[in-house]
Structure formats: C-alpha cells, structure tokens
C-alpha cells in the first residue's frame, strides 16, 4: 500500500474485554515496530518484528499484552482484560531493511472506560 | 542504555522567526537519526533521516545536523510559520537487545504566533 494503514483509527472498550489492533505495514517493508503514547507522553517501544526472527518483546509492559506478524507483513497487537492504564494512542511503524527511513501509521486511539 | 533528550520542550516564536531545536542521545553507536512531525491526534510524519556518515541533511525551510560524535543533532526551520506548530521529535536507528531499536526523544512543542 501506499504507507502504513492502522485499524480501527479509534476503539473504545469496557474494562476488562480484549482487544485487537492491526497494522498493515508498507510492502516490502521486512521491520514492523509497535509503540504507545499515553496522553501527553513520549513514545514507549512495545515490540520490534524483523523479517522471520524472533520479535524484540521487551517493551510489552505485562503479559496481558502480545503481538503477532503473520506470514511477515500484517501484524495484530492483543490486549486482554483491559484496564484503564492502557488507554492510549498505539502507533505502528515500518522500515526496509538495514539502516533506513521509517514510516509510522495515523494510530489507534484506544480508551478503555 | 541508549536515552534521547531534546529541549527546549516547549517553544513559541512569533511567525517568520528561524529557530533550532536540539536532540542529544547517550551511545553515538547509531546507524541514522530521524527527525518527525506528530500533529494532535495524529501519527507521526517523517521530515528528515540522516544517516550515521552523513553530516546534514535539507529539505525545503528545514536543515537537519548530526555530529555523531558528540551525540548531538538539531533542526533548524528558517522563516517559521503558523502551520509548522506541532510537535517535533528525534529518534536514533541502534541496535539493542539483538534488534534494531529505534528510540525517540519526548519531543519539543512548537507554536508559531501569527
């Protein structure tokens, strides 16, 4: 596609549901980061997927969240059991290989209420 | 642990002004710094990528510098105008943990007073 597409643009969900974001990275693009940026906040790394390694996890701040990268281009973020603390805007990036450009997506802004 | 700072955080200049924003990061073992454009409510927008031989980089009013020794980058938009508020942000290209980590600084926010 064109650049990095996120869906849904805005979810809101009660405490305690799981949720899903996806993100379709640009094609050919073998790097695909996931980041969140609470209000008003820098962003944080959540997780880094590099072609078919095994993905950089250690910014998932707790075991309810995962991520997955099926087939080395979509990749879907999953939060269970909600809480309020992860209300926030979830970004999505992809890269070509070695030391290039990344391109973010617009975002998923999620609220948990 | 490579950490990114970037001040001012927060600037307001009055239109038509140049100004520089600075970024700093603690391990000069990087491969690029990205320079970005983070609109409210928005993703962020790529304006400039130096790579880690390269000294500048320009496009249009904006001028990006890195002196990778020094861990020091800054970006300078000349002739500022109302629609340049937004907020800025830098962000190396290193390895880390095994991957290619890519660590942004907090951002300095612009406003451009008509």
């Known amino acids: 596609g064109a650049g990095v597409s996120q869906s849904p643009s805005n979810k809101v969900t009660e405490k305690g549901k799981d949720v899903e974001l996806r993100c379709d990275p640009i094609?050919?693009?073998?790097?695909l980061y996931w980041y969140r940026q609470s209000l008003g906040q820098g962003l944080e790394f959540l997780i880094y997927?590099?072609?078919?390694?095994?993905?950089?996890k250690s910014g998932l701040p707790s075991d309810r969240f995962s991520a997955e990268r099926t087939g080395g281009s979509v990749s879907t973020l999953t939060i269970q059991r909600t809480q309020q603390e992860d209300s926030a805007v979830y970004l999505c990036?992809?890269?070509?290989?070695?030391?290039?450009?990344?391109?973010f997506g617009q975002g998923t802004r999620l609220t948990v209420v | 642990k490579q950490e990114v700072t970037q001040i001012p955080a927060a600037l307001s200049v009055p239109e038509g002004e140049n100004l520089v924003l600075n970024c700093s990061f603690t391990d000069s073992a990087i491969y690029n710094l990205q320079w970005f454009r983070q609109d409210p409510g928005k993703g962020l927008t790529s304006l400039l990528l130096i790579q880690s031989s390269q000294r500048e980089q320009t496009s249009g009013r904006l001028n990006a510098s890195l002196d990778k020794s020094s861990g020091r980058s800054t970006l300078y938009i000349a002739a500022s105008q109302p629609g340049d508020s937004a907020t800025y942000l830098c962000a190396v290209l290193h390895s880390g943990a095994g991957s290619y980590q890519l660590t942004f600084g907090k951002g300095t926010k612009l406003s451009v007073i008509p």
């Open positions: 990036a992809s890269r070509k290989t070695g030391g290039t450009e990344a391109f």
């Open positions: 094609s050919g693009h073998t790097a």
């Open positions: 997927f590099q072609g078919n390694s095994a993905p950089d």
